[in-house]
Structure formats: structure tokens, C-alpha cells
């Protein structure tokens, strides 16, 4: 074990609170893209599923961008004023949505909400990373989305139904303003020069094929779960309680990164992530092929659930294997790399087969993906052994 990681610090409960709130806030709307598209699409009634998807795609792709920017950097910056700006992005692309005339100018608006949503996804995840409670400081995260994942579908449908696109993303603005009360109580301390000249990139190839493993796995979840709400919509299941589903989902995702979080310190990060990859590929042909809305109520919360456990899990392994956090900085951008792909390679498999033809899709996306998550965990594994 190195240096660097036996000086790790705690992360306190205040900076833990801080960290936490600061990403929900700013990441509710990310945090809820299937029933943003459903709001657009109801806006633009003329789009397709392909231009819609390219909306969705646009914002995880700026995501990811910044936040690989931001991973290489964060150490050598001010954290909270990361954080200040970043909201500011956030914030600023939420009010131009709202005011957005035409899809293309949705498009610009989501890319500059999404590049303040990166930055600040980043900053937290190396943040994180760098405590020596990471992997239960993960798992509490996780479950703050998981309390999102309730509130989010339970206040958003209504919304959407009685002030469409706009009123959506007037609640996005309003939840992304307290921001800056979760920055106030973060009592972080930025790295000595000494500290800074010694923090240097991950050198292995292991932890960066498993990188690019999630990136897959993020594609064909991200893509199947950003037209679920249209999936249930083919079904004549409304919008509603399409946000009923998701409040289920939800409240999986509260307790399970919690469960995930002890688990991990007991049984590592390589076998419990398979496990959860290998019900994400059933759940999810299952929902590409739905015909019946019973089937739909109980495939979509174990599916929609599934990143939020297996990150936990990941992010744990990753913490092992470069304890300066520069490597789990990046895994959001790996992650929404995969998100940002998703929606638009989904869209239009849609448009050209249907549905079903998504199931296909995410079949090629595990299979190619699983065996490169596994070179980093397994030998994260090992260290922690």
C-alpha cells in the first residue's frame, strides 16, 4: 500500500452531506432523462425518437467531457470554487431550456448545464475517493440518488402533465439553487505544493480497461432506460404512473448502494458487480420485449436500479487501485461517455427495428464490456486481499 493511501483522511458526516447534496442538486435533471424526454417530446410532438435521443446524448456527452477534463486537474484546484462555478453552468442551462425556442437550441442549453453537471460530478467522485471511508462514502451517495430516485418521479409527472417541458425544467432550476447551500458546508482542504507534485496518474492498464468496460455496460442501460417511460407509453401506461415505477425503483436504490457498501468490504468489488451486470442483461431484454404493463411495472425498478448498486462496488475496486482518486475522477466520464451513446444509438435502433431490437443491443454491450470491467476488479481484489 502506498503512502498516499495510508495518509488517507475521513470524510467527515458534514463533508459527506456537503459532497452528496452539492451532486444531487446539480443532477437531478440527468438523474431523471426518461421523463425529460418524455416532457420534449410532448413539447416537440414532430420530433423522432432519434432527435430526441440526440438531446439526451448531447448532455451526457458534455458531462462526460468535463469531467475527464476536470479529473486530470482537480487536484492541482480549488475544490469549492469548482463547485461555485460549476453551479453556476448548471444553473445557467436549466433558465436557457426553459427560454429554448427549437430543439437545437434544447440541445445548446443541455450542453451547458451538462458541462457544470461534469465538473461537479468529478470533483465530488475524486473527493470522495481520497477518503479512507470511500467505498461507504460511495454507498451513501447512491442511496441520496436513491431518495431522488422517489421524490424526483413523484413530483415530476404531475408537472409534467399540468406545465409540460418548461414546468420541468423550472423544478430542475429550482432544486439546482441549493447548490450553493451544500457548498457552505464543505470544510475541505486543497492539496499541499508538496502533495500536488506527488500525486500522479494511474500507471496501470488494468483500472482504465475497466473504464472502458463501464463505459459499454452505461450504453446499453443508459439506452434502454431513456426510452423506458416511451416503452411504457406503447403499453398505454401514462406518465404518471410511468413515475410511480420510477418511485419503486427508487426506493430499491436507497437500500441496496447501503447493502452494496458492506458487502464490498467483505466479499470485494469483481463478483457482486458481475452478478448485478448479469441482471441488468435479463431485466433488460425483458423490458425491450415487454408486451404486458404488469411486466413492465416489475422489470423497470430492478433495471433502472442497477448502476446505482453496482457503482458502489466499482468505484470501491477503482479507490484500491489508485488511492490518489484521479482514476475514479474519471469514471464519470466513462460512465456518461457510455450514457451519452445510449440514447441516440438506442433512438434510432428504434426507429429502424422497434423496440425489441434494443435487447440486442445491450446484449453485445455486456459481452463485450464484462470481461474488461473484470481486469481491474479482479485485481483490485487482490490488493485488497
Excluded at 128 to 151: D, H, K, W
Excluded at 236 to 262: C, E
Aim: charged share 5%; aromatic share 10%.
Amino acid at each position: 500500500m502506498s503512502e498516499l493511501s495510508q495518509s488517507q483522511n475521513i470524510i467527515t458526516p458534514k463533508n459527506q452531506i456537503g459532497l452528496i447534496g452539492i451532486l444531487l442538486c446539480a443532477f437531478s435533471a440527468p438523474l431523471i432523462m426518461p421523463l425529460n424526454i418524455i416532457a420534449i417530446s410532448q413539447r416537440f410532438v414532430d420530433a423522432t425518437n432519434g432527435q430526441i435521443g440526440t438531446i439526451a446524448t448531447f448532455e451526457t456527452l458534455s458531462i462526460s467531457v468535463a469531467s475527464i477534463i476536470l479529473s486530470r486537474i482537480v487536484n492541482r484546484l480549488d475544490r469549492k470554487k469548482i463547485f461555485f462555478t460549476a453551479a453556476i453552468f448548471v444553473i445557467l442551462g436549466n433558465i436557457l431550456t426553459i427560454l429554448a425556442p427549437s430543439l437545437n437550441f434544447v440541445i445548446l442549453a443541455r450542453v451547458v448545464s451538462g458541462i457544470g453537471s461534469g465538473a461537479i460530478v468529478a470533483t465530488v467522485v475524486a473527493t470522495i475517493a481520497r477518503g479512507s471511508n470511500a467505498q461507504m462514502t460511495f454507498a451513501f451517495l447512491n442511496s441520496g440518488v436513491g431518495v431522488m430516485g422517489v421524490l424526483l418521479p413523484f413530483c415530476l409527472p404531475i408537472i409534467i402533465s399540468s406545465s409540460g417541458m418548461n414546468g420541468a425544467y423550472s423544478f430542475h432550476l429550482f432544486i439546482s439553487l441549493f447548490t450553493f447551500l451544500f457548498i457552505s458546508f464543505l470544510t475541505l482542504s486543497n492539496a499541499s505544493d508538496e502533495e500536488k507534485n506527488t500525486i500522479n496518474s494511474y500507471k496501470g492498464y488494468a483500472g482504465w480497461a475497466s473504464m472502458v468496460g463501464t463505459s459499454l455496460i452505461f450504453l446499453g442501460h443508459a439506452g434502454i432506460f431513456a426510452f423506458s417511460a416511451r416503452i411504457g407509453a406503447s403499453l398505454d401506461i401514462s406518465v404518471v404512473q410511468v413515475g410511480y415505477v420510477f418511485m419503486a425503483g427508487g426506493v430499491l436504490t436507497i437500500f441496496g448502494p447501503l447493502l452494496a457498501g458492506f458487502i464490498g468490504q467483505r466479499f470485494g468489488s469483481f463478483l457482486p458487480c458481475l452478478f448485478l451486470i448479469i441482471i441488468l442483461l435479463i431485466t433488460g431484454v425483458i423490458l425491450a420485449n415487454v408486451t404486458s404493463a404488469l411486466m413492465f411495472f416489475i422489470v423497470v425498478p430492478l433495471c433502472g436500479m442497477i448502476p446505482m448498486i453496482l457503482t458502489p462496488f466499482f468505484l470501491g475496486g477503482i479507490a484500491k487501485l489508485d488511492p490518489s482518486g484521479s482514476l475514479a475522477a474519471a469514471h464519470p466520464a466513462f460512465s456518461t461517455m457510455g450514457g451519452a451513446a445510449g440514447p441516440v444509438v438506442m433512438g434510432y435502433a428504434i426507429d429502424m427495428a422497434g423496440f425489441p431490437s434494443i435487447g440486442w443491443v445491450l446484449i453485445v454491450m455486456v459481452i463485450v464490456g464484462t470481461p474488461l470491467i473484470s481486469l481491474g476488479l479482479i485485481e483490485a481484489d487482490r490488493i485488497k486481499a
